[in-house]
Structures are given as C-alpha cells and as structure tokens.
Nanobody, 115 residues
Framework: QVQLVESGGGLVQPGGSLRLSCAASGRIFGAYDVGWFRQAPGKQREVVASITSGGRITYAGSVKGRFTISRDYAKNTVYLQMNSLKPEDTAVYYC?????????WGQGTQVTVSS
C-alpha cells in the first residue's frame, strides 16, 4: 500500500511559478512509475508529466518546455516544477503511482493561475 500526499498548490499570477510535491509512504516507492495529472472544471483528467522508476520522462505537449518533473528517491518524493504558468493551467493536480497491477492516487492540490 502506498499513500500519496500532494502539496505546493496555490494562487499564482500568469507567468509565475509553483513547485508541486508528491510525498509517498512505502519502502518501494522507487519502483513505481509516477505521473502528474490535472483536471479542470468540466474537463476530463489528463496526464501532464510522468517519470518511470528508471527515470524516463514524458510531457504533455501543452506543458513541454514549461514544466519539469523530477524525483528524489531518498525522500520518496516526486516534484513538478511549473514555470510560465498560464490561466489554462488552472486545475486540481493529482499524483498517481503505478507498479504492476497497483495504482494509487493522491487527494489533489488546487492550482489557480489568475491575475
């Protein structure tokens, strides 16, 4: 069992930055593939960025060049650095961890980009 806790969301002006954190319990979190997803009101949840247990990274086209995903194996934490934020980035951001048939979600953290 893995518990995921997201933090770092908030209100930021367009062009600003935030860093989200996904802290996990469990000794084998390093073996999990981890993704950041987001869901805006009235829209489907979409993947933003992902990082495998081996460190392979992918980004959605809408955030490429602006967002950076990374993980600290010692701290059991995955980060999402978000720069040059736009109003359309406003959403609840969720952390997701997958290992074989196990899939876990965090509770989400709200990101609002507005002037």
């Amino acid at each position: 069992q893995v518990q995921l806790v997201e933090s770092g969301g908030g209100l930021v002006q367009p062009g600003g930055s935030l860093r989200l954190s996904c802290a996990a319990s469990g000794r084998i979190f390093g073996a999990y593939d981890v993704g950041w997803f987001r869901q805006a009101p009235g829209k489907q949840r979409e993947v933003v960025a992902s990082i495998t247990s081996g460190g392979r990274i992918t980004y959605a086209g809408s955030v490429k060049g602006r967002f950076t995903i990374s993980r600290d194996y010692a701290k059991n934490t995955v980060y999402l650095q978000m720069n040059s934020l736009k109003p359309e980035d406003t959403a609840v951001y969720y952390c997701n961890a997958v290992y074989k048939l196990d899939r876990f979600w965090g509770q989400g953290t709200q990101v609002t980009v507005s002037s």
